[in-house]
């Protein structure tokens, strides 16, 4: 089968990488025992770039072959009782898979110098989270989500649950470190170029754009997805760092009439762009924390324009009557792919931006805990 496949891996969402597309394209070949015949499935869970490709396992043998202009991290499963899935990265060349259906997380991969490096520092991530992962009471959620349970111990558990949630962090700021050492020594490494992309809010914009600098001078790269999003997520930031005048813009309200930013900011005295969407859940819990800042501070000058990255009418609507939105809403229903949220660098949600009466940016991702404070420093 011929067929282009990229695909993301969750357990490499911080550091998989891209490679430089080749004429020979991939084949990627592998033998599971335990099982076999069935379907080998290979995708890469994206949103913006769905793809997936499946393959017959005759024997316990599979093959799957194709190009790959902007290789990824990608997973690979077999459609049967078993759920385990494998990780790795899919680059143009033999890559070869040797493992077992019921530890297919575990299966071997060899193949390209690149893949071997993401195959390696993948396991040294799973290490380190294993080695730093938190253990749960028993009755530790269950405690934690029953509104009756007794103070004394849901005190106990939530205080077990930030340590928990502290752990995990600290986990993921030691696996990020790995891949930044891979990146400084590796500085064109398709690898690295996927690293930066997947974490490009992390780096200071002065240094993301002499990264972006170098990278589009790379022959190798040409082509490359994930070099083409940090160089348009530079050209986009300059435009919209705090004490620049916000890009104006204009979507479509939920009763279908256009609506322009200009036309709600220079109305009041500062006003929040909320980057949301119904199905984030995130977003969903921090609503009616929203609500309640919304109703204290609207009178004294503040407003919200919400932008959803929503792709369904029916569900952005209900959201909103559901959580009791009664602030400014608009939409073009393309999901992540919504021209606002593509215009301010939105890849994560929820997210904001703070503009004054002037059009000046005040401030730009301000977190939950800090955003009331922030908020009520900037009306006095």
């Given at each position: ?288 924390a929203l609500v ?18 929503d792709k369904e ?68």
């Amino acid at each position: 089968m011929k067929k282009t496949v990229i695909a993301i891996s969750s357990a490499l969402i911080m550091a998989a990488a891209a490679c430089t597309s080749s004429p020979a394209g991939y084949v990627v070949k592998g033998t599971i025992t335990g099982i076999d015949h069935g379907k080998v499935i290979l995708t890469n869970e994206s949103q913006l770039y769905p793809i997936s490709d499946t393959a017959e396992l005759e024997n316990g043998k599979f093959t799957f072959t194709g190009t790959i202009a902007s290789p990824e991290a990608f997973l690979l499963y077999v459609d049967s009782e078993e759920n385990g899935t494998l990780n790795f990265f899919l680059v143009n060349g033999v890559i070869t898979v040797e493992g077992d259906i019921a530890a297919l997380s575990d299966a071997t991969v060899t193949g390209p110098q690149v893949v071997m490096d993401a195959y390696k520092l993948s396991k040294q991530d799973d290490s380190l989270l294993t080695a730093m992962r938190p253990s749960y009471p028993p009755d530790f959620f269950d405690v934690l989500e029953d509104p009756h349970a007794p103070a004394g111990l849901k005190a106990e558990r939530q205080a077990e649950y930030d340590k928990a949630i502290a752990q995990i962090l600290a986990a993921g700021v030691e696996a990020r470190k790995l891949y930044e050492a891979y990146a400084r020594e590796n500085p064109y490494s398709p690898l690295t170029v996927w690293f930066i992309a997947n974490s490009i809010t992390k780096y200071p914009f002065d240094e993301l754009a002499a990264i972006a600098d170098s990278l589009k001078q790379q022959p190798a790269l040409q082509g490359n997805r994930y070099v083409d999003r940090i160089v348009e997520y530079v050209a986009n930031a300059q435009g919209i760092e705090p004490g620049k005048i916000v890009p104006d813009f204009t979507q479509t309200a939920p009763d279908g009439t256009p609506l322009s930013f200009s036309s709600v900011y220079k109305k009041n005295k500062l006003t929040m762009i909320d980057f949301w969407a119904s199905w984030c859940g995130p977003c969903r819990r921090f609503n009616p924390a929203l609500v309640k800042i919304y109703n204290q501070y609207h009178p004294k000058g503040f407003e919200i324009v919400a932008v959803s990255c929503d792709k369904e009418k029916d569900e952005w609507l209900k959201a909103i009557a559901s959580d009791k939105l009664t602030w400014f809403h608009v939409s073009d229903l393309k999901g992540w792919n919504n021209a606002v949220a593509k215009q301010f660098n939105i890849l994560s949600i929820p997210q904001n931006v703070f503009v004054n009466a002037n059009g000046v940016i005040v401030g730009k991702k301000i977190g939950e805990d800090a955003l009331e404070n922030f908020i009520k420093e900037q009306l006095n």
